[in-house]
T-cell receptor, first 111, second 115 residues
């Protein structure tokens, strides 16, 4: 059972470059979300989706875009990377009852 | 919106001792309170959760208590073992009628269990 799969696991970008973090789940979950984790800051919600075609902003959405064309996939796009976006990014999905299933994370460094 | 405060940020205990991590939340409408464990280099994983219609829940060495009046909840780990060493996160959300609210997380507690 794959669960939530994130790619890439590691990425180094230069300031101003763009990239997409991929997230896929095979549990048929309607709800998916992206969090970033920074030292001493815990997990902060970037964007979330309650189903295909529906997305909304979380606590820290600036600088990030998302789309949800299928139930399985929820990519996170950085249009113009900044050093402040250096972080570990986690994708998660859940049933309506609440338990979040997290991916293994994508570590991004922006130089 | 919801705000979750978690204490302490670091906790060191001897193997066999108990560990307690405390969280407070601000939104009185929150009714779902999970705890996640994150091992080094991995994503967080649910270890126990509690809903607002109960005051305590146990699962082997782990227990969670909830005080709705005071808006705080705690994680208790008894007979700690080295493999309990990890970062623990509390979270809160409103979850009703099959609708998922967004989990708001505390900043985490790094637990170290010394052999």
């Amino acid at each position: 059972n794959a669960g939530v799969t994130q790619t890439p696991k590691f990425q180094v970008l230069k300031t101003g470059q763009s990239m997409t973090l991929q997230c896929a789940q095979d549990m048929n979950h309607e709800y998916m979300s992206w969090y970033r984790q920074d030292p001493g800051m815990g997990l902060r919600l970037i964007h979330y989706s309650v189903g295909a075609g529906i997305t909304d902003q979380g606590e820290v959405p600036n600088g990030y875009n998302v789309s949800r064309s299928t139930t399985e996939d929820f990519p996170l796009r950085l249009l113009s990377a900044a050093p402040s976006q250096t972080s570990v990014y986690f994708c998660a999905s859940s049933y309506p009852t609440g338990e979040l299933f997290f991916g293994e994370g994508s570590r991004l460094t922006v130089l | 919106g919801e705000n979750v405060e978690q204490h302490p940020s670091t906790l060191s205990v001897q193997e066999g001792d108990s560990a307690v991590i405390k969280c407070t939340y601000s939104d009185s409408a929150s009714n779902y309170f999970p705890w996640y464990k994150q091992e080094l280099g991995k994503g967080p994983q649910l270890i126990i959760d509690i809903r607002s219609n109960v005051g305590e829940k146990k699962d082997q060495r782990i227990a969670v208590t909830l005080n709705k009046t005071a808006k705080h909840f705690s994680l208790h780990i008894t007979e700690t073992q080295p493999e309990d060493s990890a970062v623990y996160f509390c979270a809160a959300t409103v979850n009703y009628g099959g609708s998922q609210g967004n989990l708001i997380f505390g900043k985490g507690t790094k637990l170290s269990v010394k052999p």
